[in-house]
């Protein structure tokens, strides 16, 4: 019967989990949350350094056997809870690497058809480098005005 | 919105742009780009930060090419080349055509006719109106799931769904903003085109399985990929 005090805890916590990943929240309400939590892991810690038997005692409150094994579903929550933040954050400069290297591609091609030089295309390569070939020089840029124009 | 008058056919299409995402194809892009050239003046490739010669070749048959500075995806890539003739053209109508080879000039062609004649907005290719494409049997069900995913969720009935062979008028493409940087966008964009609530038809195209294209095709495993793209935006 106790056992279903840490069921809950767990399942509210994967389930918090989840809706962070699909919804978006306001910046500075997400922070504040994160840093009552922070809190709250400080004083558990502490507690739980000075008063050895603190972890188990609660551990057992919930239905869990020992207090490790509590820290060892903490642990989980809070790693799930990371990679769900960390992929939202993801998400989200890669759409801002998107929307730059868009602007970037549009002004330059501008910049060509209104005859300005802009230098060599270059690729910002993150992916492993091609094989060796030789390599094909200046790449020719769009810089002879003779670009067509829209 | 300045449409053309229908009547007035203009010379080899010359209000409409070709819009054609490039990644490492460079063995193919020329070919392409020469082959549409003749019926199509006006072509933007967007190089996705490819790492051969496609962006050098696609210009030196002809086109026009819109660089990113890196590898963004191809929704991405499509999304730029519709900001660019939406920005910085006047056209009156694009087509997103693929750089592959896969697909037939002349079915670009026949689907801008149609758009001038029956004044649509968006003309969508599909592959499964006749039977003239030859499609395995795994690829045709993972189309087909792809067709029924992206019918429930758009609330448009289309017999193909990753067709890249459209043709979207000018009004349309305004209102399309991709989001989704990989393949998922084969389904943003339906959806977005089907909320303008402007006329579409499906018109049936031929694609064209090359050796060439048939080793860059989409795998199985690519499908879950785009599912998880699309539930998690």
Redesign the interface.
């Known amino acids: 019967m106790e056992k279903i005090w840490i069921q809950l805890i767990l399942l509210v916590g994967v389930a918090v989990v989840a809706v962070t ?2 919804r978006s929240t306001a910046d500075a309400r997400h922070q504040a949350v994160r840093r009552v939590l922070l809190v709250g892991f400080v004083l558990v810690a502490a507690s739980a350094i000075l008063y050895p038997t603190f972890l188990s005692q609660l551990a057992r409150l919930v239905g869990v056997g020992r207090g490790t094994d509590l820290v060892l579903y903490a642990l989980v929550i809070a790693f799930l809870s990371y990679v769900a933040t960390m ?1 939202r954050r993801m998400k989200m400069m ?2 801002q ?2 929307a730059l ?2 602007e ?3 002004a ?3 910049l060509e ?1 209104a005859g300005y030089p802009t230098g060599p ?7 492993p ?2 094989a060796l070939e030789p390599a ?1 020089g200046p ?2 840029t ?1 810089t002879d005005p003779a ?2 124009r ?1 | 919105m300045s449409r053309p008058c229908h009547n007035v056919r203009m010379r080899a299409n010359d209000d409409t742009w070709l819009v054609v995402p490039l990644y490492n194809e460079a063995t193919v892009i020329g070919d392409v780009i020469r082959a549409a050239l003749p019926t199509f003046a006006n072509i933007v490739c967007v190089d996705d930060g490819s790492t051969d010669s496609s962006a050098a070749a696609a210009r030196a048959a002809g086109a026009l090419v819109v660089h990113h500075a890196t590898n963004l995806g191809q929704g991405a890539a499509l999304q730029t080349g519709i900001s660019y003739v939406v920005t910085q053209t006047d056209a009156a109508y694009l087509v997103t055509f693929d750089a592959d080879g896969q697909h037939q000039v002349s079915d670009a062609e026949a689907m801008v006719a149609l758009a001038r004649e029956e004044d649509l907005a968006i003309v969508f290719g599909s592959r499964f109106l006749d039977d003239r494409t030859k499609a395995g049997f795994l690829k045709k069900v993972i189309l087909k799931t792809a067709v029924w995913v992206t019918n429930q969720s758009t609330g448009l009935r289309l017999t193909d769904a990753h067709n890249g062979l459209r043709v979207i008028r000018r009004d349309a493409a305004a209102r399309v903003n991709l989001i989704q940087n990989r393949m998922a966008h084969a389904s943003e964009i339906v959806l977005q085109l089907g909320r303008t609530r402007l006329p579409w038809r499906e018109y049936p195209v031929h694609v064209l399985y090359t050796e060439y294209s048939k080793g860059k095709g989409q795998s199985v495993l690519n499908s879950v990929n785009i599912l998880v793209d699309l539930v998690f935006k």
């Open positions: 990943l699909t992929y890669d759409r690497v998107t290297t868009r970037i591609a549009l330059k091609v501008r058809q295309t270059e690729t910002i390569d993150s992916a480098p091609p094909p790449t020719p769009g670009e067509r829209p």
